[in-house]
């Protein structure tokens, strides 16, 4: 079992710049995917980027040179947002899920942080 918590939404004016954070506790897999994504409301739940146990990254095109992954200290992830608009503006999401074999697939979510960009 993996708990993710998430933190570091607010409300920003656009332009602005955030720092979301995820933390795991648990049993952490040796190989795993940990994942941002992102919901306004009515909306779908979208990918916004991700960050492999191996250090490989992918981003949506449109946070794409805007929106930085990487791991901080062990079991723990950030988002460096920069450049932020107001359609950024949405609940955010950490996901982990792992790549080892035995447990491949299986996925934990976060309850999500809200961030709002807003003048």
């Known amino acids: 079992q993996v708990t993710l918590v998430e933190s570091g939404g607010g409300l920003v004016q656009p332009g602005g710049s955030l720092r979301l954070s995820c933390a795991a506790s648990?049993?952490?897999?040796?190989?795993?995917?940990v994942a941002w994504y992102r919901q306004a409301p009515g909306e779908e739940r979208d990918f916004v980027a991700h960050?492999?146990?191996?250090?490989?990254t992918s981003y949506a095109d449109s946070v794409k040179g805007r929106f930085t992954i990487s791991r901080g200290s062990p079991n723990s992830w950030t988002l460096q947002m920069r450049g932020l608009r107001q359609e950024d503006t949405a609940t955010y999401y950490c996901?982990?899920?792992?790549?080892?074999?035995?447990?491949?697939?299986?996925?934990?979510w976060g309850r999500g942080t809200q961030v709002t960009v807003s003048s």
């Open positions: 648990g049993n952490i897999y040796s190989y795993y995917v």
């Open positions: 960050i492999g146990s191996g250090g490989t």
């Open positions: 996901s982990l899920e792992s790549r080892d074999i035995g447990t491949y697939g299986t996925l934990f």
